[in-house]
């Protein structure tokens, strides 16, 4: 991958030749905006039973039988808590015609319908034959910050491409590709660390999760911008998990291809960043790994020191992803950047806390987690902080070692496990991690099953403030 470029259906239409009009309109207001529509286009309301329910859509035609204007339903005020990217759910059901909003409701939030309406766009078909329908298009409407919408949206469609991509195509190396691609797409800079080179660099736990495989481990790193603040992004990049000597059951193993999850959405992030241009200094960085087995591979009960100078029991091989964090995280607070994001997909704990949708996160910062709540709400990308509780501080000093990578007990996990990265971040003044799922289960409007991105859009939307930019 040299550079990534989202998919055309990713992008608004231009404004040329005839364009159809598009109403969104809520279950509250059917009535008095029905009431407005000329006596034809009422009748055909009425004859066809539209309700405004949640996604559902009405083909309007003229007297010669050619589409006149499209009704796309956004539901009742209970619905819309509910469902996310109405307009984006209802894209796939519309005819290959360009289409204009001609009425908004004023309880919909813009932003969030034309966004649901690019993500809409997103098609994973790398490994089957693409659909031969064209998609409907939409000409953005005056007003509208059209390049922020489309960054955003490009930033997801790389999450997800890097995420769905099976193991046998998204191991290190490849992975170590994208992040090529995605540095000369916006001209940064970038350094790899490959293989025993790591242990001469003083990475012991990325080395020690990545040696059993035949697919050398990695530390990606990467710079962007020269001036304002530093921002720091550090991504766990598991691309495949077996779970080592302590290896998962079968049902536990299928979906690891996600385990590289952190990575692709901070790549994703900062994309959308870059896109942007945002006025700062970015460093992006990934220890990309497979945690396999064979002869070599680290064991239960080893001994690691880590780069940080922390010493690390391994008391269960598939406690990898806090293991390679661990060093990078060390790496960036060497460098103490202005504001620092962790994110990988790392407990299973977390899951069972919040589910899939939502992504709960880690900080002492009581402000800047006050503004990543607030911006989750703003822009439906559901995020929740969970509390970095010091009494269970004892539960990761497992006496032999300064650190237990893998506490007993199995209570707490994820905050078990954000306690443990926390003790390698001692110089950055805010840091806040995230334990993410990455993965939709079943599709959803504008999200179809397979990789999904959680949090970045929470955070593109909170940065700036927090960075004062």
């Known amino acids: 991958m040299t550079e990534f470029t989202a998919p055309p259906t990713m992008r608004f239409a231009a404004p040329n030749g005839r364009t159809v009009p598009l109403h969104l309109v809520t279950k509250d207001e059917l009535a008095s905006w029905t009431e407005m ?3 034809r286009m009422r009748a055909w309301l009425d004859a066809t039973g539209f309700n405004a329910a949640s996604g559902t859509t009405a083909l309007i035609p003229d007297p010669d039988g050619k589409l006149a204007a499209v009704a796309v339903g956004l539901g009742s005020d209970t619905d819309r808590q509910r469902t996310r990217f109405c307009l984006g759910g209802a894209r796939a059901k ?41 998609l409907a298009e939409m000409v953005a409407p005056e007003g509208i910050d059209v390049a922020r919408l489309e960054a955003i949206a490009a930033g997801e469609a790389l999450t997800r491409d890097l995420i769905t991509t099976p193991a046998s195509h998204m191991g290190p190396g490849e992975l170590e590709a994208a992040f090529v691609g995605l540095a000369n797409t916006f001209g940064a800079e970038l350094s790899t660390i490959r293989g025993d080179d790591l242990l001469e660099h003083n990475f012991p736990l990325v080395h020690a999760v990545g040696r059993a495989s035949d697919r050398s481990p990695r530390l990606l790193d990467m710079r962007w911008g020269t001036t304002g603040p530093q921002l720091t992004l550090v991504g766990k990049g598991v691309c495949f998990d077996t779970g080592g000597l302590n290896l998962k059951p079968g049902a536990s193993m299928g979906l690891m291809k996600k ?39 680290m064991r239960p009960g080893d001994v690691i020191v880590s780069r940080k100078g922390l010493s690390v029991e391994i008391n269960n091989t598939d406690a990898e992803g806090r293991l390679v964090l661990a060093d990078a995280l060390a790496l960036a607070d060497e460098e103490p950047p202005d504001l620092m994001v962790c994110m990988a997909t790392l407990t299973g704990a977390a899951r069972v806390a919040v589910g899939p949708d939502i992504a709960p996160y880690f900080t002492r910062d009581r402000a800047l987690s006050d503004a990543i709540l607030q911006s989750g709400d703003a822009v439906r990308d559901p995020v929740w902080p969970l509390p970095l ?3 269970y501080e004892t539960k990761i000093q497992p006496g032999i ?69």
């Open 37 to 39: 529509q000329p006596g």
């Open 94 to 134: 519309l005819p290959a015609a360009t289409f204009h909003l001609e009425h908004l409701s004023a309880q919909a939030t813009l932003d969030e319908e034309l966004l649901g309406w690019l993500l809409a766009g997103y098609s994973f078909d790398r490994f089957r034959t693409p659909s031969s329908r064209p």
């Open 259 to 297: 385990d590289m999850g952190g990575a692709a959405t901070v790549m994703g992030l900062a994309h959308m960043i870059m896109a942007q241009g945002w006025p700062v200094r970015l460093r992006v960085i990934v220890p990309a790994v497979e945690n396999s087995v064979s002869g070599n591979a």
């Open 389 to 391: 509780h010091p009494g």
């Open 401 to 469: 070692a300064d650190l237990d990578n893998a506490p007993a007990g199995g209570m707490a996990g994820a905050i078990t496990a954000a306690l443990f990265l926390h003790r390698f971040v001692e110089h950055t003044p805010r840091f806040v991690h995230f334990d993410i799922y990455g993965y939709q289960p079943s599709a959803a409007p504008a999200r179809p099953k397979g990789g999904i991105g959680q949090a970045a859009r929470a955070l593109f939307d909170a940065l700036p403030a927090a960075l004062d930019l």
